[in-house]
């Protein structure tokens, strides 16, 4: 791939002025944020699942949980890996190529709507158990006006609250607990064994139907992926507060989701097959099982969830449409907030508005509205899961490539070395004990320990990772084969997304602004033979540094190293915010776009952009990381950077200013 599409960030956990934040999320707001989105699923999904596989949706909701905690393994790591958030957009950026991230911000989005729409149709649903009148048709118009007064209140600025979710988790996962208790109060553990070979006597299990259930059950995890979304207000470290988060989700969703599908589905048949219950399952299950007091807060509880869940879905698809505006793939208007309230009212008119038109067109079928489902959340699942992949191998790649290096230039010592010790051959590892590794001392014994990471264990989450990615892939096949009107829904506003991406990418290109869309990428290794072109914000030579760099690349590996002015942050980050100090500095973004354009005319093969926000004196922390062959900066800024230490200076007059290249040739490592 021509371009280096990296989207770690530009730095960890911060504000955008290059200084750490503080976040604010532990393992428990974060499990509460994640099980109050993912929790609400199991409210709708037995009644939808039972319309397509009767007594089977217990199975396959425990056959895809397998399946679900394989995921989970990979989205802790999307949120260490990603601390900026963005989930299936980063993901597929850093991996594949930018547009890749415009496509998964397309399918999260359409996975948004669904969720936005089936969430608080569901929650009006439940509160009819109480309020018959609330039941339909009327449900629908109050949905509407639901979701209106929730986009009311993100237009006034009514942030979320993690601690209001933990609330609501909380009594959510004691209802479902309460239930569960209830229910083997009164049935003898051989009446439950039992309920096991009772599922596959209702329904015939053939291949086709096989993979219908299993693609179909993952509706019943939907919402995991929010948990990638709240890496900017997430405390350090991410991978440990996501892991201990993640975990919880596991236990408390494995605890509760299958058991309550197989009790809802298979103890109350009657009113599993029923239109007019199928929406209200558990608090039927609860009321029939228990009391009518159990009914009463099991429907009041999942009600207010499910509405909770619905603004959550609100606030992540206008965030993800602002990311994408400032990627530049939908127009700028998106990015306007009103001089009000100083909030985003387009993205929040259709973040909300959307949803609303959905509804209507469906004309508040919930069973519809799950069989829509199955494009964006299953499509957002494989990029991710993918684009993980992607990164990891390509870590793996180059970490060999660098070792591979480190111990070529080692063999020239190894191969003269006798004493009874037989020579390094080629392509050989040292290992620790390797009585010829005394002869590097700690360098070899460094280069060595170095593989630990990617030793056994690194192997074992690797084709981990990639056989969860065929499952999900599967999965979404089928769904695709399976759920038509999933595909038609999904596809259309996906397509239709995508095209008014690439008109705003060509009116951007027309009008002369940043005519590429550009990932940046982080520098952790050298890169012997490359040239660093190095731009500072607001500087009135870029233009000149930049054309050098590309003139005289000569094929060499060509870093564009930015370095921004500090800006600090007025607010601390929002959940599912998403924040990259890169998206929010139009100049990088231009002169990037400019080089990246520069550098496909003269067919450059390998081009990397690096972001930072601070001192210009971060260039020579980059310099010596890299190693580069060339470093071409303003002449006036040769002094500079005086840790450069070049081997000579060069000046070259261009027609927009004058520039200076510091050539170094470096030494094989030793």
């Known amino acids: 791939m021509a371009q280096e599409s990296v989207a770690q960030g530009t730095s960890h956990d911060t504000h955008g002025d290059g200084h750490a934040t503080k976040g604010s999320l532990g393992p428990l707001l974060c499990w509460a944020v994640v099980f109050a989105d993912i929790g609400t699923s199991v409210y709708y999904t037995p009644g939808i699942l039972y319309g397509t596989v009767q007594g089977l949706a217990g199975f396959f909701v425990m056959l895809t949980m397998v399946v679900f905690v394989l995921l989970c393994l990979k989205y802790v790591e999307v949120t260490h890996r990603f601390p900026q958030g963005g989930g299936v957009v980063t993901v597929a950026a850093q991996a594949i190529n930018p547009w890749a991230g415009a496509l998964g911000g397309m399918f999260i989005l359409v996975d948004y709507f669904l969720t936005a729409a089936i969430s608080c149709l569901s929650g009006i649903l439940y509160m009819s158990v109480v309020f018959p009148q609330f039941g339909p048709p009327i449900a629908l118009w109050i949905t509407v006006g639901i979701l209106v007064l929730l986009g009311i209140l993100n237009w006034v600025g009514i942030s979320e609250s993690a601690k209001v979710s933990l609330v609501g988790a909380i009594i959510a996962f004691l209802s479902d607990i309460a239930i569960l208790i209830t229910v083997f109060s009164h049935i003898s553990f051989a009446e439950f064994l039992s309920l096991f070979p009772k599922m596959f006597s209702t329904h015939a299990l053939t291949p086709v139907s096989f993979l219908a259930g299993f693609a179909g059950a993952f509706l019943a995890f939907s919402g995991l992926e929010s948990i990638s979304q709240l890496s900017p207000v997430m405390r350090q470290p991410h991978k440990r507060v996501a892991g201990i988060a993640m975990a919880l989700v596991v236990i408390t969703v494995g605890l509760t989701s299958p058991l309550l599908t197989?009790?809802?589905?298979?103890?109350?048949?009657?009113?599993?097959?029923?239109?007019?219950?199928?929406?209200?399952?558990?608090?039927?299950?609860?009321?029939?099982?228990?009391?009518?007091?159990?009914?009463?807060?099991?429907?009041i509880s999942a009600s207010a969830l499910l509405i909770f869940a619905s603004n959550t879905a609100i606030i992540g698809a206008y965030h993800v449409f602002m990311a994408l505006a400032r990627m530049e793939f939908l127009p700028?208007?998106?990015?306007?907030?009103?001089?009000?309230?100083?909030?985003?009212?387009?993205?929040?008119?259709?973040?909300?508005?959307?949803?609303?038109?959905?509804?209507?067109?469906?004309?508040?079928?919930?069973?519809?509205?799950?069989?829509?489902?199955?494009?964006?959340?299953?499509?957002?699942?494989?990029?991710?899961?993918?684009?993980?992949?992607?990164?990891?191998?390509?870590?793996?790649?180059?970490?060999?490539?660098?070792?591979?290096?480190?111990?070529?230039?080692?063999?020239?010592?190894?191969?003269?070395?006798?004493?009874?010790?037989?020579?390094?051959?080629?392509?050989?590892?040292?290992?620790?004990?390797?009585?010829?590794?005394?002869?590097?001392?700690?360098?070899?014994?460094?280069?060595?320990?170095?593989?630990?990471?990617?030793?056994?264990?690194?192997?074992?989450?690797?084709?981990?990772?990639?056989?969860?990615?065929?499952?999900?892939?599967?999965?979404?096949?089928?769904?695709?084969?399976?759920?038509?009107?999933?595909?038609?829904?999904?596809?259309?506003?996906?397509?239709?997304?995508?095209?008014?991406?690439?008109?705003n990418y060509r009116q951007y290109k027309k009008e002369g602004q940043t005519p590429v869309p550009v990932v940046v990428t982080h520098i952790e290794e050298r890169i012997p033979g490359s040239t660093l072109a190095v731009l500072l914000g607001g500087h009135e030579n870029n233009d000149a540094i930049i054309r050098s760099a590309v003139t005289q690349a000569d094929a060499r590996p060509l870093i564009f190293l930015y370095i921004g002015e500090p800006k600090h942050r007025i607010n601390a980050p929002q959940m599912m915010e998403i924040v990259d100090p890169y998206l929010e500095d139009p100049e990088a973004k231009a002169s990037f776009g400019k080089a990246e354009s520069l550098a496909i005319q003269a067919k450059v093969p390998t081009r990397k952009y690096v972001y930072m926000q601070?001192?210009?004196?971060?260039?020579?922390?980059?310099?010596?990381?890299?190693?580069?062959?060339?470093?071409?900066?303003?002449?006036?800024?040769?002094?500079?950077?005086?840790?450069?230490?070049?081997?000579?200076?060069?000046?070259?007059?261009?027609?927009?200013?004058?520039?200076?290249?510091?050539?170094?040739?470096?030494?094989?490592?030793?």
């Open 614 to 670: 601070g001192s210009p004196d971060a260039v020579c922390h980059i310099w010596q990381v890299l190693h580069p062959h060339d470093t071409v900066i303003a002449a006036e800024d040769s002094e500079r950077f005086k840790d450069i230490n070049p081997d000579r200076v060069r000046y070259e007059l261009t027609a927009d200013g004058r520039v200076a290249h510091l050539l170094k040739r470096w030494e094989p490592a030793a």
């Open 262 to 299: 197989i009790f809802a589905t298979l103890l109350q048949p009657d009113k599993a097959g029923s239109a007019l219950y199928q929406d209200q399952l558990i608090s039927l299950l609860a009321g029939h099982w228990g009391n009518i007091a159990l009914q009463t807060e099991v429907a």
């Open 332 to 503: 700028s208007l998106v990015l306007k907030r009103n001089k009000l309230r100083g909030t985003p009212h387009y993205s929040i008119l259709l973040a909300t508005g959307i949803p609303i038109v959905i509804l209507i067109v469906v004309r508040g079928n919930v069973t519809v509205l799950g069989d829509m489902y199955a494009f964006g959340l299953l499509g957002a699942f494989t990029l991710t899961c993918l684009g993980l992949d992607i990164v990891r191998y390509r870590d793996w790649s180059r970490h060999r490539q660098a070792l591979k290096r480190a111990m070529t230039a080692f063999q020239p010592d190894l191969n003269g070395y006798s004493n009874g010790h037989q020579a390094l051959a080629v392509g050989e590892t040292i290992k620790p004990d390797d009585p010829r590794a005394l002869i590097h001392g700690n360098t070899a014994n460094k280069k060595a320990n170095e593989t630990e990471h990617f030793g056994f264990w690194f192997k074992v989450d690797f084709y981990l990772g990639v056989l969860t990615t065929a499952l999900v892939a599967i999965a979404w096949c089928t769904n695709l084969v399976t759920k038509p009107l999933a595909t038609g829904f999904g596809g259309t506003v996906a397509l239709i997304g995508m095209l008014v991406a690439f008109i």
